[in-house]
């Protein structure tokens, strides 16, 4: 396939998607609030958005809003994101980017790449999904799966596929 060809397949992808899904929702429930938005991104790494969906119904109930999760016990948030794999080095990292939103922005979150990238356990997936979902930026959550339906989309060729793809 050249790539004209994948141009108009990727176009037909997308027109068929927006039929489908013509208003995106995020799976995660944050109600809009920015950082538990970004916690909750945090946590889904390697876990479903569902499992987190959950685990966060009791975690936002203990701590309500970034200045609870500032000052929270570690100990007792890796109990509570236990269920989410990783727990040690997420529980941690939300604690610390609750920190780092307050003293270092005032408890507004950012919308440029840079900044939010500064933030523990943020990678461009959790930041492309704060500046889309958040502030209505062009943006791509991009993982796996999408490289995987991707490539049996036919858009890029199988000599490229990876163990990944």
């Keep these: 396939m050249n790539q004209k060809e994948k141009k108009v397949r990727a176009a037909s992808v997308v027109e068929a998607l927006k039929k489908i899904y013509p208003v995106p929702v ?87 790449m840079d900044e939010l990238l500064r933030f523990p356990g943020v990678g461009r997936k959790i930041a492309n999904l704060l500046r889309g979902d958040l502030f209505g930026l062009p943006a791509i959550v991009a993982d796996t799966h999408c490289i995987r339906i991707c490539g049996r989309l036919g858009l890029y060729p199988q000599s490229e596929k990876t163990q990944h793809g």
């Design 26 to 112: 995020c799976a995660l429930e944050s109600g809009g609030d920015p950082w538990r938005l970004l916690v909750m991104g945090r946590l889904s790494a390697q876990c479903t958005d569902a499992r987190v969906n959950i685990v966060c119904r009791e975690l936002f109930a203990r701590f309500p809003d970034a200045a609870a999760m500032a000052a929270a016990d570690l100990a007792e948030i890796e109990a509570i994101v236990r269920p989410c794999g990783l727990y040690h080095t997420k529980a941690q990292n939300i604690i610390d980017a609750s920190r780092m939103l307050l003293t270092e922005y005032g408890g507004e979150m950012p919308h440029e």
